[in-house]
């Protein structure tokens, strides 16, 4: 009995809940961080259950104690910009009278960036990467990288670090997010804080809670067969066959070596595909709901290449605009989003073709925008190399309508409408002013069809802000389609040189 009764003392001396807790803000707000300016600020963290903590910053003081688990939160008022570095310090008012200081703060624009591998594709791999490297030191542009990982239950923290942009670190930053936020700073003249949390390989579904995709009739199928697919997954069996097309690989290897060819692509590991993007809603979990509720300007999302799969493209109409309102409502406030249209690759079946289609219906949702990349893509690799252009491109759309700036165009041409007129049909388009252009010497990629949906190729004309469209093997047009395949080429454009988006008048299957 009294050994039972010394053990039970040790685990009660043991126990985390009776330890003290280190006072301490959420990771996200760590040295070099970039606080959004204009808007109220939370800060938050942990400490002991009812301690009173105190946040001191550019003249502002802000108390709350804490909650019976630890956790407070303080709002900042709206700050002014600033390049100058300060010091947010945090203080318990308990005896302990423990203190955190926050160094090298500066105020300004965040952006949260998000997606599978484009998104995370770093500077180091994008185009002219010497002259970009030579040209970084950019002390202003500050990018946090969020390192959790896929979890199936709320993750509580963040992992990560801010890095201050330099020759020596911006090899590390997400390529589009660093040419996106380079804009930004150049414009506006102000600090930027680029957010990075996205994972190579990704498709939406991870993104997005698994009891919001549930509540949408028309994913309730996706859902369940998710979850039958988990299920049956055998690990043990996954590891032998990976083991067994490892060592094929490797012989592979060994032939096309003595035969002088390139090598063979190396098999995935089922198992470390399946651990990195996790089951449904676990990337939400483990890399968006710690950021929240982060003072923000906006969103940026470059994803959908895991989602063009036969039998998976149908559904990103519904995903994406999903995941953009709910992750607005959990931030409490309508953000501006936008996103980046997959751009031309070669690809088998019309799901590339369905997630592009996607992405420009999502466009209905109000303060949406969307880079068109029809013309920067590589048909052979999925990871185009253009991500200064990419980055420009969103931030075309960020300037002239987050920020009001005067831009020569926020998007490519987007279609308005069609208007029937006997055998031909008249084009309008939005986002052409100043005129709709032809990249080449004649419009190519329109066909048109009749009520028979057959689609015959059309002769395209451009007048003004539209586009006439006809054939003489149409008499009787009903619907038009541009551009509808996986590697078309770009030929419209408007006349500050962005493409128009892909798109058909008639969703015929």
Known sequence: MRILVSCCVVLLWMSPALEA???KPATVFS???????????????????????????????????????????????????SAAPQTLTIQSNSQSGRRREVTDVLVGEVWLGSGQSNMAMAVNRAQNFDTEQAAA???????FRE???ATPTLNPDAAGKWTVCSPDTVGTFSATLFFFGREVNRELGVPVGLINSSVGGTPIESWIAEDVQASVPELQAAVAAAHKGDAEFDEARAKADY????????????????????PPRRPRDPVEQRARRGGLGDLFNGKIHPLIPFALRGLLWYQGEANAQPGKGELYQHQ????????????????PFAWV????FERTGDGWMLVREAMLKS???????????????????IHPRNKQEVGRRLALWALGTVYRRDVRATSGPLLANQRVQGSEVVLTFDHATGGLKASTDFLRGFEIASEDRQWKPASARIQGNTVIVTTPDVTRPVAVRYAWAANPEASLFNAAGLPASPFRTAEWP
């Open 21 to 23: 807790r280190e006072l």
């Open 363 to 381: 466009l209905q949702l109000p303060q949406t925008g969307m880079a068109i990349t029809l013309d920067i893509g590589e048909p052979r690799d």
């Open 341 to 344: 249209q997959l751009p031309n």
């Open 31 to 81: 040295d070099h961080m970039v606080l959004q300016r204009e808007k109220p600020v939370p800060i938050w963290g942990r400490g002991d259950p009812g301690e009173v903590v105190t946040v001191h910053f550019a003249g502002q003081t802000k108390t709350a104690t804490t909650t019976p688990d630890g956790k407070w939160q303080v709002h900042l008022d709206p700050l002014m910009a």
């Open 137 to 143: 030191n950019l002390p202003l542009i500050r990018m």
């Open 243 to 262: 083991a067994k097309a490892l060592d094929r690989w490797q012989q592979q290897v060994a032939r096309a070596k003595a035969a002088g060819g390139p």
């Open 147 to 149: 390192e959790s990982g």
């Open 320 to 335: 994406l605009p999903l995941l953009v309102q709910d992750w607005r409502a959990r931030w409490g406030e309508e953000l």
